[in-house]
């Protein structure tokens, strides 16, 4: 009961972080947003060099700003982020999700996804349902420590790349996530 009374709220807290972003206007917070973007790409290709050739061959991709929280048998998750097509536009999201699954634990932490296909990216931006299977072990803060993490979609042909800032988490789960255009971006 106390770990679930000393969660509860350091997750909630997480989750609201994850779901704003810098800026008051909407040009403040679209410039923040898409400095996010660069920021986890630069992560991103010095940590898998290949998967700047991957984006380079794709279609579009997805660059997004998450928390997780796990607590048993749920999973909850909440986030935002930039959807980019091969001609270089952009369309800003949000996302919510939630899961069933043995965990516990917090994150937060940032995923590419790289579309491979005009049809699934086009579906992702304009339904943003997207149901996975993930299982991870992450002890991480800032540089220190580490995580092993796998999430595959089970009904878009996209590969997914999870780099963690910071949190503890171990878990398997499988769940579903709502993407939504972020109107006032838009």
Not at 103 to 112: A, P
Not at 118 to 147: H, L, M, P, V, Y
Request: charged share 20%.
């Amino acid at each position: 009961m106390a770990l679930r009374t000393l969660t509860a709220p350091l997750g909630l807290a997480l989750l609201l972080s994850a779901c704003t972003s810098t800026g008051d206007t909407p040009a403040e917070k679209r410039q923040a947003v898409l400095q996010m973007q660069q920021q986890t790409l630069a992560r991103l290709y010095a940590k898998h060099p290949g998967a700047r050739t991957k984006i380079a061959n794709a279609y579009g991709y997805g660059v997004f700003d998450l928390a997780n929280q796990n607590l048993i048998l749920l999973s909850t998750s909440g986030g935002y982020g930039v959807l980019t097509d091969q001609a270089g536009h952009h369309t800003y999201m949000r996302m919510g999700g939630g899961g069933i699954g043995f965990g516990l634990g917090i994150k937060d932490y940032s995923e590419v996804v790289i579309f491979k296909h005009k049809a699934d990216f086009e579906r992702f931006r304009d339904f943003g349902w997207d149901a996975s299977a993930q299982a991870e072990a992450t002890a991480k803060a800032n540089d220190s420590g580490g995580d092993v993490a796998a999430n595959q979609s089970v009904d878009l042909d996209v590969t997914t790349y999870q780099l963690t800032e910071s949190g503890i988490a171990l878990q398997a789960t499988i769940g579903a996530a709502k993407y939504w255009r972020w109107d006032e971006l838009n």
